[in-house]
């Protein structure tokens, strides 16, 4: 469902056999008729529609392990704190069964830092999610001046023995981190002066909603100073935007700050007495989170 998710294609898949992958994509509107807020001052109802439709970002195959393993992870630093969080989210873990995480950190082909969690069960999970927190005070931050200043994450499921029960994809970061104090913005203790701009390349074309494009229109809007952007989707229903994948990625390496939209209250059905977790919306803040 808009805007990402997962389908397990195992029961349709025999190893060793050769296989045809073809997807059928809907374009389903969030509810047939919807509040439209054009109008601030007079909000009306409007028939609900896909504005575009098909695929909205790219496909990935991926082979995984059958019981537990590693579903995704959310690299936390703090500049204040001189601390790193990582927080994973994990599948399938057998009951009773000692776990660990492990984290590697390299710049290149060199390794730079290795953490590592203590022993943990299916029962410490919080929401399917396990964290911990670690010192680390790096001679490289990420600003909008340093762009070039990301490090690769290695991140690995062990069991009890130490063997890797899973690795996921190369993760890549930046060791920043953005607050707010009174009315004054701060990245990485020092103040910062947000000069922002709309961006449009998620709304205009799959073309222009690429690593390239996006960097592109990212480096032009530097020379006039700009140093923030934010996605123009007020809206998050099904069709709204494009992926943004490959544009946070342009923006990490340009040296850009951005701002993502929330779903609008106004565009879901809250009529429910489940409505609260079953009308789309907790799914889709997740998600921008």
Known sequence: RFPGGELDITAAVKPGGKHTLSL??????????????GDSASVKKVKGSVARRGLCGDVFLISTPA???????KVDPSVRQWQITFHADLLNLAAGRNYSLR????EGRRKVKEFKSQRFTATDLKDGRFSFTSQ???????????????YDLSFSLLDRGGKVVDTLTPVRFGFREFWIKGRDFYLNGSRIFISAV?????????????????????LRLRTAGINTVY??????????????????????????LVALSQPHMGQYDWQAADAD???GYA??????V
Request: aromatic residues 12%; contains cysteine; glycine residues 4%.
């Open 24 to 37: 059928f994509t809907v374009a389903l509107p969030l509810k047939a008729v919807m509040l439209s807020f």
């Open 67 to 73: 019981k537990a393993r590693l579903h995704d992870v």
């Open 103 to 106: 984290a590697r950190v390299s």
């Open 136 to 150: 680390w005070q790096p001679k490289k931050l990420w600003d909008v001046h340093t762009p070039k200043n990301q």
């Open 198 to 218: 709309p961006f449009d390349n998620a709304q205009i074309s799959a073309a222009q909603s690429t690593y390239e494009a996006a960097r592109e229109t990212l």
């Open 231 to 256: 996605t123009h989707n007020y809206g998050c229903t099904p069709g709204s935007h494009l992926s943004f994948a490959e544009i946070l990625r342009a923006a990490d390496d340009v040296g850009f």
């Open 277 to 279: 977790a079953k009308n």
């Open 283 to 288: 799914g889709h803040a997740k998600f921008y």
